[in-house]
């Protein structure tokens, strides 16, 4: 799936040219020494996002004046520059001049870290970018109206702050809300129906028992948008924010009926974090047409062994796994990865381990 990766310049790496086998890496090394980067880096050339920052700029390293990523993905050579004057993009020798093109002739990636326990007792915010990380990469209508929401959210917001009348103009951005909202709530829905059977089997398999994950779509207005943000004008007024619109939205996670924030064990709320990215990368396979990069940033070392056994069973098998990890201790018990490649990484630079 991804053959090389070069950076420039980006986080701690002055440079990096690295080649990998098709079964992926393990890159072992002490914490903020560049390992969660390389993910990043990956994550940045395949999708345009980075799981760690919306902030483009941030990811430069200190000094630079921007910085770059290339690699050899699915037997295609991609460029991705960033500096102040803008994003280059490149496939092969074509310069794509649209982030959305660009997205339609890539790839895909499924992230897990150990942050996803959020997933399950953080939020709503960290489940939200889960289904829009989902989304976007598998409907191109999700991307861009997630995008123009998020713009006219914005500016709606803006105008309340102010605290004088400006109705003409939050009627305006309004309308955009509803067009984009709408799309955006029917979408979740869909995918939160296809994604529960995949979290449920998954959540099984992973426990080793009968534990019973249910999935429900939690919008954050009636079924009518329009009708909702009527409702809540005064309310929005006072408070000075939007209150209804899929910008509160959230997902119901349960485990035997009950909610899995407050009644699942520690054990069980990690289980259930895998579950859901194991769906996610189901779905992106069935819909995309594809095998998703799947990028593991510290997980396998927080996983007793029959846990991260079941996950690695879970996998497909074909997929590239790119993992992160500080020591190796737990490698011995997990007799899927013995031959994958490992590489040491140290102080931005990368050997043979």
Known sequence: MLRSLRLIDFRCFHSLDL???????????????????????????????????????????????????????????????????????????????????????????????????????????????????????????????????????????????????????????????IEHGSVLIESRARLIAELAPLAATAQRAISGGDEMLTMNYLPASGPDLRESMLQARERESRLRQSVVGPHRDDLDLRIHGMPAAEFASEGQQRTLALALKLAQGKLLEQRGGKLPIYLMDDIFGELDPTRRNALMNELPQLAQKWITTTHLDWLKETPQLEKIARYRVCGGSVSVA
């Not at 890159?27 to 345009?48: M, Y």
């Not at 794509?96 to 997205?103: A, H, N």
């Not at 713009?151 to 803006?158: E, G, P």
Request: proline residues 3%; charged residues 30%.
């Open 19 to 177: 080649e990998v086998p098709a079964e992926g890496a393990i890159l072992v090394g002490d914490n903020a020494q560049g390992k969660t980067s390389i993910l990043e880096a990956l994550c940045v050339l395949v999708r345009l996002h980075s799981p760690r920052t919306h902030r483009m700029a941030t990811l430069g390293r200190l000094g630079a004046k921007g910085f770059g990523i290339a690699g050899d993905l699915w037997g295609t050579e991609r460029q991705f520059r960033y500096s102040r004057d803008g994003l280059l993009m490149k496939v092969e020798t074509e310069t794509i001049l649209s982030q959305t093109r660009y997205l339609e002739v890539g790839g895909l990636v499924v992230w897990m870290g150990n942050e996803d326990l959020e997933l399950v007792r953080g939020p709503g915010e960290g489940r939200r970018r889960y289904l829009d990380f989902i989304g976007a990469q598998i409907d191109p209508a999700y991307r861009r109206s997630w995008s123009r929401y998020r713009r006219a959210l914005r500016a709606k917001n803006l105008l309340l702050k102010e605290g004088r009348p400006r109705d003409a103009e939050i009627m305006s951005y309004e309308e955009i809300l």
